[in-house]
């Protein structure tokens, strides 16, 4: 981000973002301070401002991706080697593939975990490819949505000039079966139905007394 947040709620959400790796466990803000106290840490944990963020409706998801934040993305995943990457057992190789010559990218190997880090290396190979397909995504989406009209354009009338108004009386004319114009200026059709010029009222439909699309 080149620009600093315009609120608390997008420099939370921008911090939670940039932090998204840490635990929830780990401190965020220590809050002890100068005092000589051994084991005892306060302050706020990640978690803490997680569960704040969620709160106030402010996760780093509710915010949305700054175009600098998406250029970050876009070239770590270009300077990275290129994928896509599989994986053999906890090392993550490149190649759709594993074979014995397979360029060695890393490995996820943990004794902590029960499967030894299998499901992370699995995930870091296939982030390989992913990253770049949900940037293009994104950039699909927006530039849908950027092409779409606002609200006030979807809502606004539109410019009618005097032309346009007399070329809707002809289309309206030319969309019903008109059997002729009196010489009194009514307007009727092959069935019962006309539109007769009332001097107080003006232009009204006359005709049989039915609901519409029912036939005399």
Partial sequence: MTTNPSSPREALAHTLATFADEPDSAMAVVATRNQPV????????????????????????????????????????????????????????????????????GETCRADE???????????????????????????????????PTRAEATASPVRTERSRWQAVADALNEIDIAGIDLDGTIAGHNAWSVVRDRDAGWMVSGYDAEAGESR
Avoid at 58 to 65: D, E, F, I, R
């Fill in 38 to 105: 051994r084991g005892a840490v306060t302050g706020l944990t990640w978690g803490d401002l997680r569960a704040l963020a969620a709160e106030a409706g402010t996760t780093a998801a509710s915010a949305p991706l700054s175009p600098e934040y998406l250029a970050w993305i876009a070239a770590r995943a270009e300077a990275a080697t290129a994928g896509p990457w599989c994986t053999d057992g906890a090392e993550i190789y490149q190649g759709d593939e594993y074979v014995s010559y397979a360029f060695w990218v």
């Fill in 114 to 148: 029960a499967d030894g880090g299998l499901l992370d290396a699995a995930f870091i190979a296939h982030a390989r490819t992913d990253i770049p397909a949900l940037l293009a995504e994104v950039e699909r989406l927006r530039a849908e949505l950027a092409a779409r």
